[in-house]
């Protein structure tokens, strides 16, 4: 591997930089802070990126087309790394695998919500969001905090492993996706004979795999999942269109009315101190929220996420003005977030 792409990307990350952004005949670029900041002037020569793909995933470049791996970099650690091709030039997103794990409180999640949802003996939870917005910090934190307080056997699937666990109260068996186990479904199905209490499915790719998920949760386990989707509705919506697209029957909404435990959606914006800050929607599964699953009635649901306050249930919107009124969010960066502006204008102006 080039020794000057090496240390550069070193000192991206002792630098805390959150990604780094590699691009064929292509400044480097890092994410700091949320913010997207090119790292260094000079292009980075094809030769440096064929070798920096060779001594990642010990292959060349024309024999795949796209490589999602974890790697070692000397004096810095595991990393993870996504190399790809983009309009024929070579790519890598690289994001560091951590050991230290934040906890739920500096994360800024409601702590205590998802702390009751943890301690939960079996149901389903799901977080979502896009690409970056800190879905696998958040579970990570969540079974850190079940590391510390509960005895439990924990067993991951990932696609790669993003956080390092050691054993304390609970006991850890971490799988990493084509190391460990060929697929999701495969490793799922695999996870359930290893006598686990919570499993952890890193992302929902497949149709197969929520049906397995959601009969783990009904059989006595906490299962935890994460899917790519804009809002807790959105994920409930997708995530009951892969149950029935897998061949399952409406019986299955009914199952899944049941042991749903919660949904968190959430998304990261600048904080105004310096930062990144999450911005959530959520609700916990309970009484009425079952039967309007079950049956279907997502306008209901969304009714109830709007104007329902309390520390079970809150929307993007008033999340959004509530980090805008305490100066933890620009104004103007809270508004452009909200999936209808109108919606956060009329909000801070205290109409309902």
């Keep these: 591997m080039d020794d000057a792409l090496a240390q550069l990307i070193r000192d991206a990350f002792a630098d805390n930089a959150s990604d780094v952004f590699l691009l064929e005949d292509d400044p480097p670029r890092i994410r700091k802070s949320g913010q ?47 190399l790809y091709h983009t309009l024929g030039r070579l790519a890598a997103a690289l994001r560091p695998i951590q050991s230290t794990i934040p906890t739920l409180e500096e994360l800024g999640m409601p702590a205590p919500l998802l702390q009751s949802w943890m301690r939960r003996r079996g149901g389903l939870i799901l977080i979502s969001g896009a690409t ?24 991951t699937l990932e696609d790669p492993i993003e956080y390092l666990f050691e054993n304390e109260l609970s006991y850890f068996s971490q799988r990493e996706i084509r190391h460990d186990s060929e697929n999701f479904a495969t490793g799922l199905h695999s996870a359930l004979r290893q006598n686990p209490d919570i499993i952890f499915i890193g992302e929902v790719r497949d149709k197969d795999t929520p049906v397995t998920a959601l009969r783990a949760a009904e059989t006595g386990h906490l299962v935890i999942s994460t899917l790519h989707s804009a809002s807790a509705i959105e994920t409930l919506e997708r995530f009951s269109s892969m149950l029935t697209s897998g061949g399952e029957s409406a019986a299955a909404l009914g199952v899944l009315s049941n042991q749903l435990i919660g949904i968190v959606s959430q998304q990261l914006l600048p904080r105004t101190t310096g930062g990144v800050i999450p911005i959530l929607d959520y609700f916990q599964n309970e009484a009425a929220t079952r039967r309007w699953i079950l049956e279907n009635r997502i306008a209901d649901l969304q009714d109830h996420i709007d104007r329902t306050p309390g520390e079970t249930c809150c929307s993007r919107v008033n999340y959004l003005v509530a980090a805008a009124r305490q100066n933890l969010v620009d104004p103007e960066v809270a508004r452009s977030a909200c999936p209808r502006p109108q919606d956060f204008d009329r909000a801070m102006r205290g109409i309902s």
Aim: overall charge neutral; some cysteine.
């Design 36 to 82: 997207l900041v090119t790292l260094h002037p000079a292009p980075i020569p094809k030769a440096a990126m064929e070798r920096f793909w060779t001594d990642c995933c010990h292959t060349q470049p024309a024999e795949h087309h796209e490589a999602d791996i974890s790697w070692q970099l000397p004096g810095t650690g595991r990393l993870r790394v996504n």
């Design 132 to 155: 970056g917005a800190g879905k696998s910090t958040t579970v990570a934190s969540c079974l850190n905090w079940v590391n510390h307080h509960l005895d439990r056997h924990i067993v």
